[in-house]
């Protein structure tokens, strides 16, 4: 167990509908990476919060958004969802302070079928 | 643009030999090398990492071998067990770039009994 949750652990949903994955972070870190994880992709970074703030931001669709909150949590928006966008969303996190890289660890993973 | 190339895509080795997955990046930024293991259904779990200012680092049956010159690394993973059986990644970051984890394709190993 790594320390990192997410839910919901599934979601099934039409296409052109809007969900939300939340992700809790390891007890004091401060990093929050999202990831997506597809067949044809492999897995891709999306976006990195660091203490409530954006960091890093990656092949992120413009349809997707996230924020991170001030108890540490953050939450990864999809919207007007396409078939494409099935895939499995992981949160990692991290100590992260900048002028060093620390380890990242991986929550469960929320896999998202769109119909 | 693909940075860090991973091989095999697959691979199987019989109980008790020796499994060798390699990767090469491009980016000489890079400054950690993590190496992730995935079960079905799970998450990548961090099984070990290097940094360039070393050429090699062992943790129990896993090590890391790092060729900074030839801008490759790589896992070896000895005696290996059929509990092994998963999927590897190898990874890249640099922490000016907030330290993003760039991913290998992945390699399914099989370790038969």
């Known amino acids: 167990d790594s320390g990192v949750t997410q839910t919901p652990k599934h979601l099934i949903t039409a296409t052109g509908q809007r969900v939300t994955l939340r992700c809790s972070p390891r007890?004091?870190?401060?990093?929050v990476y999202w990831y997506q994880q597809s067949l044809d992709q492999g897995l891709q970074f999306l976006i990195q919060?660091?203490?409530?703030?954006?960091?890093a931001k990656g092949n992120i669709l413009e349809r997707f958004s996230a924020q991170q909150f001030p108890d540490l949590h953050s939450e990864l928006n999809l919207s007007s969802l396409e078939l494409g966008d099935s895939a499995l969303y992981f949160c990692a996190s991290s100590p992260y302070l900048a002028g060093a890289t620390f380890e990242q660890y991986f929550g469960p993973g929320t896999r998202l079928t769109v119909t | 643009q693909q940075q860090v190339k991973q091989s095999p895509q697959s691979l199987i080795v019989q109980k008790g030999g020796i499994s060798i997955i390699n990767c090469a990046y491009e980016?000489?930024?890079?400054?950690?090398f993590p190496w992730y293991q995935q079960f079905p259904g799970k998450g990548p779990a961090l099984l070990i990492a290097?940094?360039?200012?070393?050429s090699e680092k062992k943790e129990g049956r896993f090590t890391i071998s790092f060729n900074k010159s030839a801008k490759q690394f790589s896992l070896h993973i000895m005696d290996s067990q059929p509990g092994d059986s998963a999927t590897y990644f190898c990874?890249?970051?640099?922490?000016?770039?907030?330290?993003?984890?760039?991913f290998g394709e992945g390699t399914q190993l099989t370790v038969n009994p």
């Open positions: 919060y660091y203490n409530g703030e954006e960091r």
């Open positions: 007890s004091g870190d401060l990093s």
């Open positions: 290097i940094r360039p200012d070393v």
């Open positions: 990874a890249a970051s640099k922490e000016t770039s907030g330290s993003r984890l760039t």
């Open positions: 980016n000489t930024a890079f400054d950690y």
